[in-house]
C-alpha cells in the first residue's frame, strides 16, 4: 500500500482531518486522534482497542505489530509495503469509530 492510499481511507471517513502532531502526521475526527504516520513514511500507527489489536495481530503478523507507549500498548504499527488494503481500511474504520463523537456517531446511524 502506499501512503496516498491511506491518506484517501481516512479522509473518506466523516469529518475526519489531517493535521501535524510534533513531526509525524495525525488523522483526526472531533479532534481526537486516531492515525498518526511516523516521518519515514513507510509505516502507519492505528489506535485501536486491545480486542481489535490482538485480533489483527493473529491475522497478519507478518505487517502488523504491536505499538508500544512506554510499557504500554496502545495500537498498531503496520508496514505499509506489506500491507492488505482491505484489512487496512477495515482497522482505519474501527480506530475512527472509536474516537468518533457521539454526535458524529449518531448522524452515521441516522443516515444508514
Same mark, same amino acid.
Given at each position: 500500500? /502506499?501512503?496516498?492510499? @491511506?491518506? $484517501?481511507? +481516512?479522509?473518506?471517513?466523516?469529518? #475526519? #482531518? ?10 483526526? @475526527? ?5 492515525? #498518526? @504516520?511516523?516521518? &519515514? ?14 485480533? *489483527? ?5 507478518? !505487517?502488523? &505489530? /504491536?505499538?508500544? !507507549?512506554?510499557? $504500554? *500498548? ?9 500491507? $492488505?488494503? #482491505?484489512?487496512?481500511? +477495515?482497522?482505519? +474504520? &474501527?480506530?475512527?469509530?472509536? $474516537? *468518533?463523537? /457521539? ?6 446511524? /441516522?443516515?444508514?
Amino acid at each position: 500500500m /502506499k501512503l496516498s492510499e @491511506v491518506r $484517501k481511507m +481516512a479522509l473518506s471517513l466523516p469529518e #475526519t #482531518t489531517e493535521a501535524p502532531h510534533f513531526n509525524y502526521s495525525s488523522f483526526r @475526527v472531533g479532534g481526537r486522534i486516531f492515525v #498518526t @504516520v511516523p516521518p &519515514e513514511g513507510a509505516h502507519i500507527h492505528v489506535f485501536v482497542d486491545e480486542e481489535q489489536r490482538e485480533r *489483527a495481530l493473529a491475522l497478519e503478523p507478518d !505487517w502488523i &505489530e /504491536k505499538l508500544f !507507549w512506554g510499557k $504500554k *500498548a496502545v495500537g498498531l504499527r503496520i508496514a505499509l509495503d506489506r500491507a $492488505k488494503p #482491505t484489512i487496512v481500511e +477495515a482497522l482505519l +474504520a &474501527e480506530a475512527w469509530r472509536v $474516537k *468518533a463523537p /457521539k454526535r458524529v456517531l449518531g448522524s452515521i446511524r /441516522k443516515r444508514q
